[in-house]
């Protein structure tokens, strides 16, 4: 068998190609479990702040904290592409972003529920914005899809800020996660 | 210096090959309609190669029902992965020596 230069070089550019496109489905089947686990939580969670707003406060503490231990398990379970690191790296971004909200929401700024409502999601948007220039544009996609919708409900949606919370930010990461995993 | 793979060389077999080394060997591997996506093969060619591969040992096949569908998944066996990177490795040498 007589292989060219030109031959192998092109046979290694499609070796290339092809183990690109796994990696990149990979990446995005782990995120889209991620994605879906975080809006099932978040419809969950505005669910319960609108039947009992007294507590709210307290329940999307707990249900954050169940958000990222769950993450950080599925994150174990896909380190194999990821790398060992990966998963403690996420949890590590997860933390900045959480003491960078905290500082401002609680601290800095002097934000209402309303604005509170907004801020949050809006944050952690930006990071799936970001991750977007490294990892995939849907990332992208979503980080700023969403981001608006969240921007229009808080302008126009009036008393049922909480429910076009409920169902654009929660539903939206599900339909996101979904459309990921298809990728 | 290493020998090219005859049974790898064939570009769709190449193309499997190295989509499922790409995963690891811990990977449940990939389905069929992914592999069918990643090479361009059509049902029937794609069908073919994974025999060709299956039978050099190369190749893991396994079939199950997944919500009453027929799901088949093709995993590189360890002897598959080394003789993907064998050849990856022979490829590579071709380019170096010019």
């Known amino acids: ?183 | 210096m290493n020998a090219p793979d005859e049974t790898i060389h064939q570009p769709v077999r190449l193309r499997i090959m190295a989509a499922l080394t790409a995963l690891s060997a811990r990977d449940e591997g990939l389905d069929f309609a992914r592999l069918k996506s990643l090479t361009g093969a059509t049902d029937g060619n794609l069908g073919a190669h994974i025999d060709h591969l299956a039978r050099a040992g190369y190749v893991e096949v396994s079939k199950a029902f997944v919500a009453r569908r027929p799901r088949t998944t093709v995993k590189a066996s360890s002897a598959g992965r080394a003789a993907f990177a064998r050849h990856v490795a022979f490829l590579r040498e071709i380019i170096a020596r010019t």
Request: net charge positive; proline share 3%; hydrophobic share 60%.
């Open chain 1, 1 to 183: 068998m007589t292989i060219s230069p030109n031959e192998a070089g092109a046979m290694l550019a499609d070796v290339e190609a092809v183990v690109a496109r796994v990696k990149q489905s990979r990446i995005y089947r782990r995120a889209g479990e991620i994605t879906i686990l975080w809006g099932a939580i978040i419809v969950l969670g505005h669910l319960v702040a609108m039947a009992a707003p007294r507590w709210a406060l307290w329940e999307w503490r707990a249900a954050d904290l169940l958000g990222v231990v769950a993450t950080f398990v599925l994150m174990l379970r896909g380190r194999s592409l990821a790398g060992t690191l990966f998963p403690l790296r996420l949890l590590g971004a997860f933390a900045l972003f959480f003491v960078f909200g905290l500082a401002w929401s609680d601290l800095i700024g002097r934000f209402g529920p309303r604005e509170l409502d907004a801020f949050w999601p809006t944050l952690f948007l930006f990071g799936y914005a970001l991750a977007g220039l490294w990892f995939g544009a849907m990332f992208l996609a979503l980080g700023l899809g969403l981001s608006g919708l969240i921007l229009a409900g808080y302008f126009w949606s009036g008393e049922w800020f909480n429910l076009w919370l409920a169902i654009v930010n929660g539903g939206g990461f599900v339909l996101c996660g979904l459309w990921m995993r298809r990728a």
